[in-house]
């Protein structure tokens, strides 16, 4: 089997534009090398997504308990819905 070459012709660069082809079969970098296509890619997703959303979860939870309002809003804020400390600070709740 003939080894590829490592540029296009004179004649096809010149009428496809863009210069030549380069062969670069191995190339390691984070995100996949010049052709991504991880084997285990829909897991590697979910389990991605998986993280995220629990570190937002437990984000969102602490912001929930450390929620405080010394002065009372003048219009109802939507966090107060979820807030721990919501109807000690504000009366009006």
Request: charged share 15%; hydrophobic share 40%; proline share 11%.
């Given at each position: 089997?003939?080894?590829?070459?490592?540029?296009v012709t004179?004649?096809?660069?010149?009428?496809?534009g863009?210069g030549?082809?380069?062969?670069?079969?191995?190339?390691?970098t984070?995100?996949?090398?010049?052709?991504?296509a991880?084997?285990a890619?829909?897991?590697?997703?979910?389990?991605?997504?998986?993280?995220?959303?629990?570190?937002?979860?437990?984000?969102f939870?602490?912001?929930?308990?450390?929620?405080r309002?010394?002065?009372?809003?003048?219009?109802?804020?939507?966090?107060q819905?979820?807030?721990k400390?919501?109807?000690?600070d504000d009366?009006?709740?």
């Amino acid at each position: 089997q003939q080894a590829p070459t490592a540029f296009v012709t004179q004649e096809a660069s010149s009428t496809m534009g863009g210069g030549g082809w380069y062969y670069v079969p191995k190339v390691w970098t984070p995100t996949g090398g010049w052709w991504p296509a991880p084997a285990a890619w829909k897991r590697n997703t979910v389990i991605a997504s998986g993280c995220i959303f629990l570190s937002a979860a437990m984000l969102f939870s602490v912001s929930a308990q450390k929620e405080r309002r010394p002065i009372p809003p003048r219009a109802h804020i939507p966090s107060q819905r979820w807030c721990k400390h919501a109807k000690e600070d504000d009366p009006s709740l």
